[in-house]
């Protein structure tokens, strides 16, 4: 089955420490995509890639950190420096040409700080 | 920056009611998107509209997207219980393929 796998699906962090989630796509999709999710929020855009070894900041990019080493592979470091990082975490993909597609979105990871 | 709005927030409707959620954006779009979400779930696309005055149906769901294209509705007929959860749109800026900016959802509670 094509799909993304985003783990763990739940995530508990001690104050200043950083913690990796995982993304991982066998769509073959070009882009991807790290959203935080609030509740009333919305969907909010951290860091997006449309090519390996290439990133771009979203909207909320401090304190967090990525990278695209592999076209199946995009992780997110929620960083000591991230003040708020509880919060539901969702990776998306989709194929880079233009046309209609929508965003394929992971399951998800809940990250609670404790 | 580009905001899209999305109202109401919620939306509580007895089944079998129809149901509307509205999207505004501050500039023109060149395309918007549509997705539901369910309780603890992830976002699902159910289309895309590219044209001004574009209306398409997927069973008792109708979209619309503004003449001006800075406006979408999502209008679903006789809701059921399966139509619980949050939907959204998601609006690309003209020349900017690179990101969509998703409003904040409005969620349907059907109530027996």
């Known amino acids: 089955d094509g799909g993304i796998t985003q783990s763990p699906k739940y995530l508990f962090r001690k104050e200043g420490q950083n913690v990796t989630l995982s993304c991982e796509q066998n769509?073959?999709?070009?882009?991807m995509y790290w959203y935080r999710q609030d509740p009333g929020q919305g969907l909010r855009l951290i860091y997006y890639?449309?090519?390996?070894?290439?990133?771009q900041k979203g909207d909320i990019a401090e304190g967090y950190s990525v990278s695209r080493e592999k076209k199946e592979s995009f992780p997110l470091t929620v960083t000591s420096a991230q003040k708020n990082p509880t919060a539901f975490y969702l990776c998306?993909?989709?194929?880079?040409?233009?046309?209609?597609?929508?965003?394929?979105f992971g399951s998800g990871t809940r990250l609670t700080v404790v | 920056g580009q905001q899209v709005m999305q109202i109401p927030q919620y939306q509580h409707v007895q089944e079998g009611e129809d149901f509307t959620t509205y999207c505004n954006s501050s500039?023109?779009?060149?395309?918007i998107q549509w997705y539901k979400q369910r309780p603890g779930g992830h976002p699902v696309f159910l289309i895309q509209?590219?044209?001004?005055?574009e209306v398409k149906k997927q069973k008792r769901l109708t979209f619309q997207f503004g003449e001006a294209k800075k406006n979408s509705s999502l209008h679903i007929t006789a809701t059921q219980t399966t139509d619980v959860g949050t939907y959204f749109c998601?609006?690309?800026?003209?020349?900017?393929?690179?990101?969509?900016?998703f409003g904040k959802g409005t969620r349907l509670h059907i109530l027996p």
């Open positions: 998306a993909t989709r194929p880079r040409s233009v046309g209609d597609y929508g965003y394929t």
């Open positions: 769509l073959n999709h070009d882009a």
């Open positions: 890639s449309q090519i390996v070894n290439d990133f």
């Open positions: 500039t023109t779009l060149s395309n």
């Open positions: 509209l590219v044209k001004s005055g």
């Open positions: 998601a609006g690309r800026r003209l020349n900017r393929d690179d990101k969509i900016i």
